[in-house]
């Protein structure tokens, strides 16, 4: 998924701050910023969690507040026989410029923000015939990342070559967790009572790639004419910055200082929970947590730490001390929350709330569901409405699998918000 773009993130402040010396730095020259990863995120085929019971006896059809599903579908009692659910789902969220601007170099205008995120999960199931256990392989990749508004404003300005005419202060901050991983997982379904059921699945992970650390630091410019200034590090009066991340590849060049260590190996753990319910006869809820108390260990992790500190008029202009290392790294795993919350008005019409949570942004979803008359292969059709990002979606779901659309724009370039949907069962 492009790791020599989203691996880069942190470049910025080895551009955008160690150029204003006006040094040739090997160390971290000629290094892109990329906020999220993927070039194609707004058209990539994404799969909202199946997240149907574990249980089909307590209901037959019942599915992630990410793809919302008419449990109207499938009136089979699929627990009698073994069933296959296989599962894909991407989805991004970046407010300050379109998901493709991060990607090409913060070319469009800026706007407010203090995040961007892109999480991906993949997930093949199979639950035998009567069994309240089931076994399946699963894939995750998490990647979030939040920054002060200034931060975001001085790589525009410097990306974009606009310069700062007036004297200001920017607080520089970036906290940022990469983690990709695969492994396998097995699953328990606890029958709470009749109408509410608790399913557990323990992952093991064995580490894909991961990228993880902050930034901080203060910058500010002084006012200079505009025949003396073609970019915002002209202008810079004083700058100091620490970084300190880890690494399965160096993403800030340290190549180029004969930095080259062995790739770590991760493994690590996490919890994934669902509770499904029923409020009333035509009511029901989901509750689906992703990660919970999920750990990975990394041995032997390289890591980066430098400190810089500039200043126009100081001799020397700017003076660095850093440190390359390796060391055992426990990072804990981004975890995520999906809800769901649905009426059922009569045998064609749903209702539904939406909720969807991780580390740096809480989302919520409004739908209406229509079933569309077919004995043999009923079809159901749900528009959803996000409020807080302007994205409008759509889904198409049957008993045998579905596909969800959600943006706030048709146009993939302008995008900010993105999510796709793909998922299917089958009983034998």
Not at 238 to 254: C, H, N, R, S
Not at 366 to 391: C, D, M, R, W
């Amino acid at each position: 998924m492009h790791s020599n773009k989203r691996e880069k993130f942190m470049s910025f402040f080895s551009r955008a701050i160690y150029s204003f010396s006006q040094q040739d730095l090997p160390f971290f020259a000629k290094r892109k910023l990329s906020f999220i990863v993927p070039t194609a995120i707004a058209m990539m085929a994404s799969t909202s969690t199946l997240a149907q019971s574990e249980n089909p006896n307590l209901y037959s059809n019942f599915n992630s507040p990410s793809n919302p599903t008419n449990d109207w579908l499938n009136n089979q009692n699929i627990n009698e026989k073994s069933q296959i659910d296989w599962s894909i789902i991407a989805t991004a969220h970046s407010p300050v410029q379109p998901i493709t601007a991060f990607i090409g170099d913060w070319d469009a205008p800026l706007e407010s923000g203090d995040h961007a995120y892109l999480q991906g999960r993949a997930d093949l199931k199979v639950r035998p015939a009567g069994s309240l256990i089931s076994y399946g392989l699963g894939w995750r990749y998490d990647y979030l990342m939040s920054f002060s508004e200034e931060t975001a404003e001085v790589y525009w300005q410097y990306e974009n070559k606009q310069p700062s005419s007036t004297s200001q202060s920017y607080p520089l901050f970036l906290d940022a967790k990469h983690n990709e991983r695969f492994g396998a997982n097995v699953g328990f379904t606890q029958p709470l009572n009749s109408n509410w059921q608790l399913t557990t699945h323990a992952n093991i992970w064995q580490g894909l790639h991961a990228l993880e650390g902050k930034v901080s630091g203060d910058l500010t410019t002084r006012g200079l004419p505009d025949s003396e200034v073609s970019n915002i590090r002209d202008s810079v009066n004083k700058a100091d910055a620490y970084v300190d991340y880890y690494y399965d590849k160096p993403a800030l060049g340290e190549e180029n200082l004969n930095w080259n260590p062995t790739k770590p190996s991760g493994y690590g753990y996490s919890l994934d929970l669902q509770l499904v319910g029923k409020l009333s006869d035509k009511t029901q809820v989901i509750i689906s947590g992703y990660d919970v108390l999920g750990r990975m260990h990394w041995k032997d992790m390289p890591n980066t730490r430098y400190t810089l500190d500039y200043d126009v008029n100081g001799r020397p202009l700017y003076t660095i001390e850093g440190q390359l290392d390796t060391k055992d790294v426990t990072q804990t795993l981004p975890w995520r929350v999906e809800g769901s919350l649905m009426h059922q008005l009569n045998n064609q019409w749903q209702l539904g709330a939406h909720g969807q949570i991780n580390d740096i942004q809480d989302l919520y979803q409004l739908s209406v569901g229509y079933q569309f008359a077919n004995f043999h292969y009923p079809v159901a059709i749900t528009g959803l409405i996000e409020p807080q990002t302007k994205a409008l979606g759509i889904t198409l779901d049957s008993k045998y699998g579905g596909i969800k659309l959600l943006t706030d724009d048709i146009d993939a370039e302008k995008a900010k918000r993105s999510e796709i949907s793909l998922y299917g069962r089958y009983a034998w």
